[in-house]
């Protein structure tokens, strides 16, 4: 018979886990079954777990998959279902200003805008040709949309449309 650390019959907490009326009455059919349940569950990962090699592939191609495309960031501005608030806009039409003036002052970087939502919601993506001026705008921009509900500004690649 199975014994567990509190001898041949479990503690209340442990039947009252796995024990069904038929397993009050015999208390050592609720171990064998949590034992089952364990060894069943540790059988299961390992057949999950395969070889190991298929995890080795993945990690391989990583390198390539990472491989850093032009520095860009995202502006968003979102809505909670009554359209996108006032300071929202404000601080997205101030960003945007700031980097046309970066683009008109020789800054090689791309604009683009885009509607993603029904309510207004948008995307302002720039793609910058020199990670210091795209570090420097993030910065800017940081100061712009801090402290302003449902702007959320990203370091995140832009779509073909915005590449410099």
Do not use: H
Not at 23 to 43: H, I, K, N
Not at 71 to 84: D, F, Q
């Amino acid at each position: 018979m199975l014994q567990g650390p509190w001898g041949t019959r479990p503690p209340a907490g442990v039947a009252d886990l796995v024990a069904g009326p038929a397993d009050r009455r015999q208390p050592g059919r609720a171990v064998r079954r949590l034992v089952a349940a364990l060894v069943m569950t540790g059988a299961l990962g390992a057949a999950c777990a395969g070889t190991g090699q298929e995890a080795a592939a993945p990690e391989a191609a990583a390198p390539e998959a990472a491989a850093p495309g032009p520095p860009s960031l995202a502006i968003y501005a979102l809505s909670r279902g009554t359209g996108v608030p006032e300071r929202a806009k404000a601080a997205l039409a101030e960003a945007r200003s700031m980097l046309e003036a970066l683009q008109g002052s020789g800054a090689d970087l791309r604009i683009s805008q885009e509607r993603i939502g029904l309510e207004g919601e948008t995307r302002l993506c720039a793609r910058f040709a020199d990670p210091q001026q795209a570090e420097a705008a993030f910065e800017r921009l940081s100061q712009i949309v801090q402290g302003v509900d449902l702007v959320n500004l990203v370091r995140e690649p832009c779509g073909t449309e915005a590449t410099p």
